[in-house]
């Protein structure tokens, strides 16, 4: 099931923890503030790697099909600081991730935050800010 | 035979002292090219290809650390760690003051511990510069960035 919310008390928080510095390019020339969006999806690939990561997931589209989604991070090491670590990616883990779309309508996704579904259930920390 | 010896150190001294000039000196030439422009055209670049040497791959095969392995990635990474300290001192010939230098000289200093790194090819040192050329880049570019490039808080 794919969730499209608007996200605005969550993303204005994080925005306050995860800092101001983007390496490499802009944020806001890539990713609509004002299109927050929320993807639950089972995770195919990460890249962990600076200045940006890369998180891969499948999302099933309204119609069945699966659509490959990609979420933008923030360097490893702030979300490291944050707790999260790549080892904490398991391909085929459902997660939720928010963030901001795309402004070209890509499946591309500047992620704020990624909620372990399995984790949540265990009742464990669940929740990580990406540092994007 | 003391002769020789005597020629031989003052030319590895003389050599070191050129290799690094160019780094801990501002550039003897300034670019004429504006930041924005040395960082698309050779800081990004540069940075990206030390940054995929090292990334972290979690896939279906599992997690796969990667790092340079022949001669011919490791001389890539040489020569990007080699561009990106000489774009460290064109940033310091902009003028721009002693904190912009400051930060300059960081990523220059940065650069060049991958550059030792891949002389001794040797990959914890990489991550460890690797590391250390992201702190530079952030530390910058929370105090500059392109007005046309603005962030979310406005800056």
């Not at chain 2, 000489?86 to 010939?93: F, N, P, T, Y």
Request: hydrophobic share 45%; with cysteine; proline share 3%.
């Amino acid at each position: 099931m794919r969730m499209r919310t608007t996200l605005p008390a969550v993303m204005a928080a994080l925005f306050l923890t995860t800092g101001t510095a983007w390496a490499h390019h802009s944020l806001i020339s890539q990713y609509a503030k004002e299109k927050t969006v929320s993807l639950r999806g089972t995770v195919t690939r990460v890249v962990w790697k600076n200045p940006h990561g890369w998180i891969y997931i499948d999302v099933p589209g309204e119609s069945g099909q699966r659509e490959q989604w990609m979420i933008e991070t923030g360097a490893p090491l702030r979300m490291q600081r944050r707790g999260l670590k790549a080892t904490d990616f398991k391909v085929g883990a459902e997660v939720i991730i928010g963030g901001w779309a795309a402004r070209d309508g890509s499946k591309t996704v500047a992620g704020w935050i990624v909620t372990f579904v399995d984790r949540e259930t265990k009742g464990q920390e669940a929740s990580f800010a990406l540092g994007r | 035979m003391k002769t020789w010896i005597c020629l031989i150190g003052l030319a590895a001294s003389l050599g070191a002292a050129v290799a690094t000039s160019g780094w801990t000196a501002v550039a003897q030439t300034r670019d004429p090219r504006t930041v924005k422009e040395l960082m698309k055209e050779d800081i990004a670049p540069a940075a990206d290809v030390i940054f995929n040497y090292v990334a972290i791959d979690v896939t279906l095969a599992g997690v796969v650390e990667n790092a340079p392995k022949t001669d011919a990635e490791w001389a890539e990474v040489r020569k990007s760690a080699v561009a990106l300290a000489d774009s460290g001192a064109q940033l310091k010939a902009q003028g721009r003051g002693r904190e912009y230098d400051k930060l300059a000289q960081e990523m220059t200093d940065a650069a060049l511990l991958a550059r030792r790194a891949a002389d001794t090819r040797n990959v914890s040192r990489l991550r460890a510069a690797e590391q250390a050329m992201n702190a530079a880049c952030e530390n910058c570019h929370q105090k500059y960035w392109p007005r046309s490039d603005q962030q979310p808080n406005g800056r």
